[in-house]
Nanobody, 116 residues
Framework: QVQLVESGGGLVQAGGSLRLSCAAS????????MGWYRQAPGKQRELVAR???????NYADSVKGRFTISRDNAKNTVYLQMNSLKPEDTAVYYC??????????WGQGTQVTVSS
């Protein structure tokens, strides 16, 4: 099993920045990929960014150039640096780990609110 704990959400004004953290524990050596998803009220959960065990990254078009996903292998932690935040970035952000190819784990979610 892989367990995930997120932190770093909060309230920020438009144009501001936040950094989310996701600490993984358990069967960390089986993790193939980690990522961040978000879900706004009344909308489906969507991919924000993800990073593979080899370090490859990809981003949703809506966050390219503003968000950066990174990882610290020594701390088993993935980060999402969010800059130039917009009100439409308001959502609950979830950390995800894909492990043993087909299995998924999710964090509890952290609220990000961007005021205009």
């Amino acid at each position: 099993q892989v367990q995930l704990v997120e932190s770093g959400g909060g309230l920020v004004q438009a144009g501001g920045s936040l950094r989310l953290s996701c600490a993984a524990s358990g069967s960390i050596f089986s993790i193939n990929r980690m990522g961040w998803y978000r879900q706004a009220p009344g909308k489906q959960r969507e991919l924000v960014a993800r990073i593979t065990s080899g370090g490859s990254t990809n981003y949703a078009d809506s966050v390219k150039g503003r968000f950066t996903i990174s990882r610290d292998n020594a701390k088993n932690t993935v980060y999402l640096q969010m800059n130039s935040l917009k009100p439409e970035d308001t959502a609950v952000y979830y950390c995800n780990a894909k492990w043993r190819v087909v299995r998924n784990s999710w964090g509890q979610g952290t609220q990000v609110t961007v005021s205009s």
